[in-house]
């Protein structure tokens, strides 16, 4: 299996940045896209960006389309997310998760996702 372990969430003011990291372990070779979901306070969990396995291409929602930047490093095994121009609409918990099925068509659905970490908590102050 694979374990995701988020880091680099906390609080910041309006406008402010962000790096987001996941360490994946485990049988990380099965780690195919990987994504980011957001979950604001009381509300289900959306997706927020996403990326193929060979870094070629990337996916974002259109509310942070322009203002955070998906990437990853295989041979560290780490996801990233780079947030800048944070909005308090930002705030919740991020997640990353990842798609053992090898596709390279990138779903922005929750449950084409095997794998999902902990989360880590991003509090944007107005």
């Known amino acids: 299996q694979v374990q995701l372990s988020e880091s680099g969430g906390g609080l910041v003011q309006d406008g402010g940045s962000l790096r987001l990291s996941c360490a994946v372990s485990?049988?990380?070779?099965?780690?195919?896209?990987m994504g980011w979901f957001h979950q604001a306070p009381g509300k289900d969990r959306e997706f927020v960006a996403a990326?193929?396995?060979?870094?070629?291409?990337?996916l974002y929602s259109d509310s942070v389309k322009g203002r955070f930047t998906i990437s990853r490093d295989n041979a560290k095994n780490t996801l990233f997310l780079q947030m800048d121009s944070l909005k308090p609409e930002d705030t919740g918990v991020y997640y990353c998760?990842?798609?053992?099925?090898?596709?390279?068509?990138?779903?922005?659905?929750?449950?084409?996702?095997?794998?999902w970490g902990q989360g880590t908590q991003v509090t944007v102050s107005a």
């Open positions: 485990g049988r990380t070779e099965i780690a195919g896209i």
């Open positions: 998760a990842a798609d053992q099925s090898r596709t390279s068509v990138i779903s922005r659905i929750t449950y084409a996702y095997d794998f």
């Open positions: 990326i193929r396995k060979s870094g070629d291409f990337t």
